[in-house]
T-cell receptor
Framework: DTEVTQTPKHLVMGMTNKKSLKCEQH?????MYWYKQKAKKPPELMFV???????INESVPSRFSPECPNSSLLNLHLHALQPEDSALYLC??????????????FGPGTRLTVL | AQSVTQLGSHVSVSEGALVLLRCNYS??????LFWYVQYPNQGLQLLLK??????LVKGINGFEAEFKKSETSFHLTKPSAHMSDAAEYFC?????????????FGPGTSLSVIP
C-alpha cells in the first residue's frame, strides 16, 4: 500500500475559525512533509518532520501550526488565516529523506478556501 | 543555486503523437532530477527520477527522460500520447547527496491531448 490519505478533501473557513488538516500514511515512512500549492504553480515546502520531530520550518507564519502525534499521522492546525492562504495543501511522506534511496509519495491534497 | 526552467507553460499534442516536455536546469553540483505528474484535483506522482548511473531513465506510464549533462537538460518523452496523459507536469532538481526538502520545482507544463 503506497497511499497517503488526507482529510478533508475540501475545507471552507472564515478568518476567525480554527480548523485542522489531517494526513495519514501506513507505509512506515519516517519523514512527512506539508506543501502549499497555489493554482497553476508548483508546490512550496512548508514543514518537514523527521522521526516525529519538526526538522524544517520554511518561515511559515505562526497561523499554521504543524503537529506529528505519531509516526503515521501529521496534522496542520489553522487559525486566523487570511484569504491569500487559500490553496491546495499537500502532504507527502518518504521512508528516508534522501531521493537516492527512496520515493516520496504525495496525498491528494486538501483544497482550502478562506473567506 | 539551483533552478529549473520548463519551456512552454502549455503544450498540446494529438492523441498518438510524440510527447516532448522540455526541462533545463542549473546546478553547481551533480544534480538529482525528477519529473512529477499532477492530474486535476490530485496530488503529485513521481514519474521518474535520475540520481546516478544510466542517463536514460524509464518511468511509469511509458514515459522516459534522458539526462544530458552537456546540455543541462532532462527532457521528458513518450512515444504515443494518450488522452489520460492530460495533466500538469513538473520538472524538479536537487543537489545530489541531499534530501527531498531541497528539491526545487519548475513552473510546470500543462499538457493537453487532442482527440
Amino acid at each position: 500500500d503506497t497511499e497517503v490519505t488526507q482529510t478533508p478533501k475540501h475545507l471552507v473557513m472564515g478568518m476567525t475559525n480554527k480548523k485542522s488538516l489531517k494526513c495519514e500514511q501506513h507505509m512506515g515512512h519516517r519523514a512527512m512533509y506539508w506543501y502549499k500549492q497555489k493554482a497553476k504553480k508548483p508546490p512550496e515546502l512548508m514543514f518537514v518532520y523527521s522521526y516525529e520531530k519538526l526538522s524544517i520550518n520554511e518561515s511559515v507564519p505562526s497561523r499554521f501550526s504543524p503537529e506529528c502525534p505519531n509516526s503515521s499521522l501529521l496534522n496542520l492546525h489553522l487559525h486566523a488565516l487570511q484569504p491569500e492562504d487559500s490553496a491546495l495543501y499537500l502532504c507527502a511522506s518518504s521512508q528516508v529523506r534522501d531521493p537516492m534511496w527512496d520515493t516520496q509519495y504525495f496525498g491528494p491534497g486538501t483544497r482550502l478556501t478562506v473567506l | 543555486a539551483q533552478s529549473v526552467t520548463q519551456l512552454g507553460s502549455h503544450v498540446s499534442v494529438s492523441e498518438g503523437a510524440l510527447v516532448l516536455l522540455r526541462c533545463n536546469y542549473s546546478s553547481s553540483v551533480p544534480p538529482y532530477l525528477f519529473w512529477y505528474v499532477q492530474y486535476p484535483n490530485q496530488g503529485l506522482q513521481l514519474l521518474l527520477k535520475y540520481t546516478t548511473g544510466a542517463t536514460l531513465v524509464k518511468g511509469i506510464n511509458g514515459f522516459e527522460a534522458e539526462f544530458k549533462k552537456s546540455e543541462t537538460s532532462f527532457h521528458l518523452t513518450k512515444p504515443s500520447a494518450h488522452m489520460s496523459d492530460a495533466a500538469e507536469y513538473f520538472c524538479a532538481v536537487s543537489d545530489s547527496r541531499t534530501s527531498y526538502d531541497k528539491v526545487i520545482f519548475g513552473p510546470g507544463t500543462s499538457l493537453s491531448v487532442i482527440p
